[in-house]
T-cell receptor, first 113, second 116 residues
Framework: GQQLNQSPQSMFIQEGEDVSMNCTSS?????WLWYKQDPGEGPVLLIA???AGELTSNGRLTAQFGITRKDSFLNISASIPSDVGIYFC?????????????WGLGTSLAVNP | DTEVTQTPKHLVMGMTNKKSLKCEQH?????MYWYKQKAKKPPELMFVYSYEKLSINESVPSRFSPECPNSSLLNLHLHALQPEDSALYLC???????????????FGEGSRLTVL
C-alpha cells in the first residue's frame, strides 16, 4: 500500500539539542497528523494539521503542513530524555479513499542525558 | 491517561485456543478501529466500524473476527491463530469516519499477543 517517506529513520542526540523530522509524498494530502509512541504503549496524538501552510505548536513541539500539501515537518526544541520514542507521521489523501490514514515508517529518537 | 481502554494488556495463546481482545471508549466516538502493529513498524489497519456497522475490512484472515456490541465497545475474537499473528493489537476511536477535523485517532495502550 501507499506509504509516506519519513526521515530520518533514527536519530541519536544530546539532551538540549533541537530535532527535526519530516514526511514527504508524491500525493496531495488534506490532513497531517504526528504521533509519538513509547515502548509497549499505543501512539499518542501530538499535533494535527488541516490547512496548507498551517504552523501549530504544542509546547516544545512545532509542526507545519507544507505549502505544496505533499509534506510536513515536526520540530522538537531543547530535547529532554522523555522525548525518547518513535514518532510517526500519518496523513489523509486529498482524493480517493480518504477514510484511511497513511502512515510513515517512523523516526526513532534516542536522547543522551 | 488514554480514554480508550484495552484488555487484556498481555495475552499468550496456543494455536488451537479461542480468545478475545476487548476495547472500550466513553468519548462518544462513533468510529472504532482495530490495528495490528509489529515491532518498529507503523500500525496496520485491520477493521473499521462506523456507527456500529463494519465499514472496512482490510482483507483480514477469518481467524480474526471483529464485533461491535454497541457504540462504546469493540471486540476482536481470535481463533486458530498462527505464530506470525503475534503482535501488538491496538484499538482506536475517532469522532466520525470521514471528516478531516473529526478523524483523528485516539489509541488505547494495546494488547500484546503472543501465539505459541
Amino acid at each position: 500500500g501507499q506509504q509516506l517517506n519519513q526521515s530520518p529513520q533514527s536519530m541519536f542526540i544530546q539532551e538540549g539539542e533541537d530535532v527535526s523530522m519530516n514526511c514527504t509524498s508524491s500525493s496531495i494530502f488534506n490532513t497531517w497528523l504526528w504521533y509519538k509512541q513509547d515502548p509497549g504503549e499505543g501512539p499518542v496524538l501530538l499535533i494535527a494539521l488541516y490547512k496548507a501552510g498551517e504552523l501549530t505548536s504544542n509546547g516544545r513541539l512545532t509542526a507545519q503542513f507544507g505549502i505544496t500539501r505533499k509534506d510536513s515537518f515536526l520540530n522538537i526544541s531543547a530535547s529532554i530524555p522523555s522525548d525518547v520514542g518513535i514518532y510517526f507521521c500519518a496523513g489523509r489523501l486529498q482524493a480517493g479513499n480518504n477514510r484511511k490514514l497513511i502512515w510513515g515508517l517512523g523516526t526513532s529518537l534516542a536522547v543522551n542525558p | 491517561d488514554t480514554e480508550v481502554t484495552q484488555t487484556p494488556k498481555h495475552l499468550v495463546m496456543g494455536m488451537t485456543n479461542k480468545k478475545s481482545l476487548k476495547c472500550e471508549q466513553h468519548m462518544g466516538h462513533r468510529a472504532m478501529y482495530w490495528y495490528k502493529q509489529k515491532a518498529k513498524k507503523p500500525p496496520e489497519l485491520m477493521f473499521v466500524y462506523s456507527y456500529e456497522k463494519l465499514s472496512i475490512n482490510e482483507s483480514v484472515p477469518s481467524r480474526f473476527s471483529p464485533e461491535c456490541p454497541n457504540s462504546s465497545l469493540l471486540n476482536l475474537h481470535l481463533h486458530a491463530l498462527q505464530p506470525e499473528d503475534s503482535a501488538l493489537y491496538l484499538c482506536a476511536s475517532s469522532e466520525a469516519l470521514q471528516f478531516a477535523n473529526t478523524g483523528e485517532l485516539f489509541f488505547g495502550e494495546g494488547s500484546r499477543l503472543t501465539v505459541l
